[in-house]
Structure formats: C-alpha cells, structure tokens
C-alpha cells in the first residue's frame, strides 16, 4: 500500500487569487482590462472607448430624425422562410438601409438585415416598428 498525499497542497505554494474579491470589497482580487481598449464611464450612464473602438450611446446612431423620409411600408412575410415570420420593411433608400438596420436592432430588440434593398426584422415586429418609425418623424407608415 502505498501513502496517500493531501492533494490540497501538492503543487500549490501560494494560496490562488479569490474571484469575487472585487464584488466584494475584499482584498486579493486583480481586475484586468482588455489590453488596447481604455473604458470609461460618462456622466449620462453610456459607456465609450477613448480610442474609439466600441462606444454604446442612448441615439441610435444618429436616426433620431427620419422626417425626409417621404414614406415607409410594413410588411408581414412567412412565405419562403421555412414558417417563421419576418418583418419587412420597404421606402427605405439603399445607402441609410445598413444603418437603420442595426438602428432597429437596437430599438426594438430583434435581429435585423438587409434583403433586396430592405431591412428583413426577425418575427412580428410591425407594430413595434410602426410606433419607432412615427416617433422618428416618417410622415406616412403603411402597414400592410
């Protein structure tokens, strides 16, 4: 037979770092940031990158204003797509259409992409989308 060794000690000469340390408020914890990227907070609660790698902020990307937008029709699909509902949106020019798309992303909470020249929302959003397009300005949102 042979003896047994406490396995608790063998290799370890220091004690590890403990990982809740700096939630907290206890000494021994280590915070690290990512290397390149200097986060800091603003006084309005969004977090910005100096370096202007990553920024999140309460517009959505400058489409506050969409009042040049003559008009902006809504459609429901599920033909094609194997039974799962879509969002269409159409009257939106090709240039502003990758822009809107991660807009809406953000503002409604759904995936979003661009498909024959409009943006293709994940599920039933055409309500949602109608009352974000009406607070942004459009003159005339078609449901249809």
Known sequence: MSKRTDKSSVGHDEPLPNPFALAFGEPGGSRTDPPGEDVSGTT???????????????????????????????????????????????????????????ALRKGLGCGSRIEEGGVVLQGDQVERSAAWFTARGVKKVIRG
Not at 55 to 71: I, K, Q
């Open 44 to 102: 309005d609660g969004a977090i910005s990158s100096k370096n202007g790698v990553s920024s999140v902020h309460g517009d959505e990307d400058g489409f506050s204003d969409l009042s040049a937008l003559p008009r902006v029709v809504l459609r429901r699909e599920r033909k094609g797509r194997g039974g799962k509902t879509v969002t269409v949106v159409e009257g939106v020019p090709v240039p502003l259409a990758e822009g809107l798309a991660c």
